[in-house]
Nanobody, 121 residues
Framework: QVQLVESGGGLVQAGGSLRLSCVAS????????MGWYRQAPGKQRELVAF???????NYAASVEGRVIISRDNAKNTVYLQMNSLKPEDTAVYYC???????????????WGQGTQVTVSS
């Protein structure tokens, strides 16, 4: 019912920047939150940042000060601007969204398929 499509990943040198985008589409009544997670090889998936429909944001300590999450509610799109990238930022980055699909329905969490970010030293 809901699809999330990420874009913007790629290869960048340490100290560089990337801007990830994620567009949600499908049967959407409202999106309560959108965010980004990442998973590096051999590690568990971890939160990078999220933002609520009301504008609240939250960042992982590991990226605080280097990452900015923003959202275009009209486009159901969330962005992740990443600056001063480090090799340890290398991971698959996944978009997620907390979505209400019907007027009185429950919240459901949807995930994108991920986009690879590789930071070389």
């Amino acid at each position: 019912q809901v699809q999330l499509v990420e874009s913007g990943g790629g290869l960048v040198q340490a100290g560089g920047s990337l801007r990830l985008s994620c567009v949600a589409s499908g049967s959407i009544f409202s999106i309560n939150a959108m965010g980004w997670y990442r998973q590096a090889p051999g590690k568990q998936r971890e939160l990078v940042a999220f933002t609520t429909s009301g504008g609240r944001t939250n960042y992982a300590a590991s990226v605080e000060g280097r990452v900015i999450i923003s959202r275009d509610n009209a486009k159901n799109t969330v962005y992740l601007q990443m600056n001063s990238l480090k090799p340890e930022d290398t991971a698959v980055y996944y978009c997620n969204a907390v979505v209400v699909t019907t007027i009185s329905g429950p919240q459901s969490i949807y995930w994108g398929q991920g986009t690879q970010v590789t930071v070389s030293s």
